[in-house]
């Protein structure tokens, strides 16, 4: 028990106690700001078979097929979608040849050592083989779908003289910011090229934004989970899309820039988004500064794991 002898000395137990409380906690689907170390790694979910599977089945026979799902990002997977594909006549999954189950996992936290996982535990069974048959082979194909995002954060110098052109001490330089270590999640801005373009009276600093795929998986449309991980229709250009949702620095906000190509799609695991901020925001004679950054993707992905299991017929006398 705290024993409080003023509402002077009340009042500021209670100020540092929130900002104590606010300095350990993140908001929505991302941990603190104050926590940069936690925005760092390239894993996402990942899938791992922990059932020992038969060597041979024989017909009509069920057997034990278990995965564990392992989030290793820093971001909460919520509404995500695992799918079990079996082949149709050889095996099925409550008599059915594909099983759909929700993935909702949580991303690290500050005083989470250990990532959230969860066991998703199926009973499959095998069916008749034609009777020209001895043996069939066949594929159990476990398929994840979820959102994911990468939220990276960064110094960057607003420089009114890029080229040294006036010989003023300055306060930084600018540089090309190395970000390849990831922000948590399979996709990652890998680097920022800053640029500093003169527009008549005005500044207008531009940002080459590489992203790249670094995970086993496929970059997918955000939102479509469900789509991808079912038997539905899908569209190529559904593929490899990936969208910056957010870009600020100072007061200005992704509006305040032009971004092409928006959305981005990525061609093979690389690509870069180019923004620009708007003519008539800096003035060109605005002092030289450093300010941080922030910059945010939002995208789906897919991960699938295999596993081939052979089917003997049963031999009678």
């Not at 594909?98 to 959230?116: H, M, P, R």
């Not at 061609?267 to 300010?291: A, P, R, W």
Request: with cysteine; charged share 25%; net charge negative.
């Amino acid at each position: 028990m705290i024993l409080v002898k003023s509402n002077k000395f009340l009042l500021m137990y209670l100020i540092s106690l929130i900002v104590l409380i606010n300095s350990c906690t993140g908001s929505g689907n991302s941990p603190s700001i104050t926590n940069p170390d936690l925005y760092k790694g390239t894993q996402g979910l990942e899938i791992e078979v922990i059932s020992n599977l038969p060597e041979r089945i024989f017909e009509n026979e069920p057997f034990e097929y278990v995965v564990k799902l392992t989030n290793n990002g820093v971001y909460d997977i919520k509404n995500g979608v695992l799918t079990l594909n079996v082949e149709k006549d050889y095996l099925s999954v409550d008599g059915k040849n594909i099983k759909k189950e929700n993935i909702n996992l949580q991303g690290k936290e500050i005083f989470q050592t250990l990532d959230d996982f969860e066991i998703k535990q199926f009973t499959i069974k095998s069916g008749n083989l034609d009777q020209t048959s001895q043996t069939h082979e066949t594929l159990i194909l476990t398929s994840a779908c979820y959102d994911f995002m990468a939220k990276a954060f960064a110094d960057i110098c607003i420089d009114s003289d890029p080229h040294d052109i006036n010989p003023t001490e300055k306060e930084c330089k600018t540089k090309k910011i190395d970000l390849s270590k990831g922000q948590g999640g399979p996709v990652l801005i890998s680097l920022i090229e800053p640029r500093m373009i003169m527009d008549d009276n005005y500044l207008r600093p531009q940002f080459k934004i590489h992203v790249k795929n670094s995970g086993r998986g496929t970059v997918l449309q955000h939102g479509r989970e469900d789509t991808f991980c079912s038997s539905g229709n899908i569209a190529r250009e559904q593929y490899n899309k990936v969208i910056l949702s957010e870009l600020s620095f100072s007061t200005f906000k992704k509006n305040d820039f032009d971004c092409s190509p928006e959305p981005l799609r990525l061609k093979g695991n690389e690509d870069v988004i180019t923004c620009t901020l708007k003519t008539g925001k800096i003035s060109k004679d605005i002092t030289n500064y450093l300010t941080p950054i922030t910059l945010e993707l939002k995208y789906g992905y897919l991960i699938s794991n295999s596993d081939m299991v052979k089917i003997e017929k049963i031999l009678t006398s």
